[in-house]
């Protein structure tokens, strides 16, 4: 049985960092397959934040680009989220989420592509 699980969230001031991390089990990471953090905000649906595949591609929203980064270290097993000048607007409950192929392209940022999804880790932001 597939399983992602985050950690690393938490509460910090407006500029500070935060390190996310998701273990997945049940299957390994392989060179192939799709990987990816979203969040959610109180209101708000479900939004992609930032995705990488096994070569190293990466794909990441607007509102994070310089900010954010995203790795895995598929020998861990594990993705991890990189975050820096965290903002008000960044508070959310984070998830990760994984698929077996990301096909062509740059990795996808849409909630309806990932199959696996972890059960999130809440990140506030206060100003």
């Known amino acids: 049985r597939v399983q992602l699980v985050e950690s690393g969230g938490g509460s910090v001031e407006a500029g500070g960092s935060l390190r996310l991390s998701c273990t997945a089990s049940g299957y390994m990471y392989r060179s192939y397959y799709c990987t990816a953090w979203f969040r959610q905000a109180p209101g708000k649906e479900r939004e992609g934040v930032a995705a990488?595949?096994?070569?190293?591609?990466?794909n990441y929203a607007e509102s994070v680009k310089g900010r954010f980064t995203i790795s895995r270290d598929d020998a861990k097993n594990t993705l991890y989220l990189q975050m820096n000048s965290l903002k008000p607007e960044d508070t959310a409950i984070y998830y990760c989420?994984?698929?077996?192929?990301?096909?062509?392209?740059?990795?996808?940022?849409?909630?309806?592509?990932?199959?696996?999804w972890g059960q999130g880790t809440q990140v506030t932001v206060s100003s």
């Open positions: 990488i595949d096994g070569d190293g591609l990466t």
């Open positions: 989420a994984a698929d077996q192929d990301c096909y062509e392209g740059p990795p996808r940022l849409t909630t309806n592509f990932y199959t696996y």
